[in-house]
């Protein structure tokens, strides 16, 4: 772990926060390319009113936005928590390549069956570079602050 | 199959059309409650840089936006095409009750492994009523129409 994965994941907690201040559940994303932030996004699904609006789907959506692009070749995707499976296949297909999560969905004891980032990856064939454990215990923390 | 699922599919068929005109790959969706239909949506991924706009997700953001809600309990969903991961879950967690296909991934010889609304159920323990093969070989046959 580099002072630059605890740098970037900080830049998603403070995301997490924001989000949390607007009435929605704090969680944060933000993407990377060539080292600079290119996206930032935190859950808006209760304040935006869309369901589909959690924190990496904004973050991604705002990286195409902001290079123009329909995909993240190269990226790099730092999430408070680990990813629901919408939000896992937006990064499987967005060509981003490294994955870094602070809090994992059994940290908090959130369970989807048998769902995990591993378990759809190995479901689809498809994958991704994943890092764990970027300060986890922080980014659950912020979860819990949840109302 | 009923009146209804061929003529709400037709809807869906034409989103898919408008789609291929703007550039896009020729997928629909649109989501209907209480018989009326409450959003619309077509693949964007191309004409709007936005790899997360597939036709189910516009098609749900259109209706959360215009319902003001969060969720969509209660809703149908019509697809021209099965829905890739990233949607099935939007579909999931929207508490829409039931989902109606076209065609599916298969009919088209596109595999993500072992991927199919039905293991993405399985996987997860959360569940949609489904509904398959409404105008299936028209829905297949306007996807080919993909430059």
Chains 1, 2 share one sequence.
Do not use: F
């Not at 969905?105 to 069956?113: H, M, P, T, V």
């Amino acid at each position: 772990m580099t002072t630059g994965h605890i740098g970037y994941m900080e830049a998603a907690l403070e995301e997490a926060r924001i989000g949390l201040k607007e009435g929605n559940i704090p969680l944060g994303s933000i993407v990377i390319l060539d080292g600079e932030i290119v996206g930032r996004g935190r859950n808006l699904v209760t304040s935006q009113h869309d369901v589909t609006a959690h924190a990496e789907v904004v973050a991604i959506r705002e990286a195409c936005a902001e290079l123009k692009k329909s995909e993240l070749s190269g990226g790099v995707l730092y999430t408070t928590v680990e990813p629901c499976p919408m939000c896992c296949w937006a990064i499987l297909i967005s060509g981003i390549e490294t994955l870094v999560l602070g809090a994992r969905l059994a940290d908090l004891q959130r369970y989807y069956g048998e769902y995990s980032v591993e378990t759809l990856m190995k479901l689809t064939g498809k994958s991704v570079e994943l890092v764990t454990g970027v300060l986890s215990a922080e980014c659950a923390d912020t979860w819990r602050q949840k109302k």
